[in-house]
């Protein structure tokens, strides 16, 4: 039985599923692809696979704070420092969790895939979709350059040359 199964099998047990739904895209289909595989990473975690699974989520969420804090910086959201300091927050919380020395239980690889599926609806849907609309917004405002069309020759001219 791999991680997956096991990960269905406790949610069973417990009643609780950790699922990506499209309410939660933010309209940024990298950033949308990256959430959707975090709500993967999550619902993987088992007690049989937290080691390797930590690990993997541990790596996915650097690579994509980093990504989306990119995207910010350079797009010059508005509220690219509070964004950062939710994700060093967020980041200071998941340290409390690693670093506490407590053994991994059943119950507490439950307590800790609810944490990890809270914050991630929560942000996903307060603070990363804001940035999805001010991006959208902001190309509404952009004035669309215009394409210098190349001139078609008229139909007598494509006649002659024909």
């Not at 609780?16 to 309410?23: G, L, P, Q």
């Not at 619902?43 to 996915?60: G, P, V």
């Not at 690579?63 to 690219?80: K, L």
């Not at 991006?135 to 190349?150: F, I, V």
Request: proline share 3%.
């Amino acid at each position: 039985m791999g991680p997956m199964q096991e990960s269905r099998d406790d949610a069973r047990q417990t009643g609780f599923a950790i699922e990506w739904r499209d309410a939660y895209r933010i309209g940024l289909e990298e950033i949308d692809e990256e959430h959707r595989n975090l709500f993967l990473l999550v619902k993987s975690l088992s007690l049989q696979s937290i080691d390797d699974a930590l690990e993997q989520l541990l790596h996915h969420v650097g690579t994509h704070f980093s990504h989306e804090e990119q995207m910010m910086e350079r797009s010059a959201f508005p509220e690219y420092r509070m964004h950062l300091d939710l994700h060093e927050s967020f980041n200071a919380q998941l340290a409390e969790w690693l670093s506490s020395g407590l053994d991994w239980s059943p119950e507490r690889v439950e307590e800790f895939r609810q944490f990890l599926n809270n914050w991630l609806i929560t942000h996903i849907l307060g603070d990363d979709l804001r940035f999805g609309r001010w991006l959208w917004m902001r190309s509404l405002r952009r004035p669309r350059a215009r394409q210098k069309s190349a001139k078609r020759p008229g139909w007598f001219h494509r006649l002659l040359d024909g």
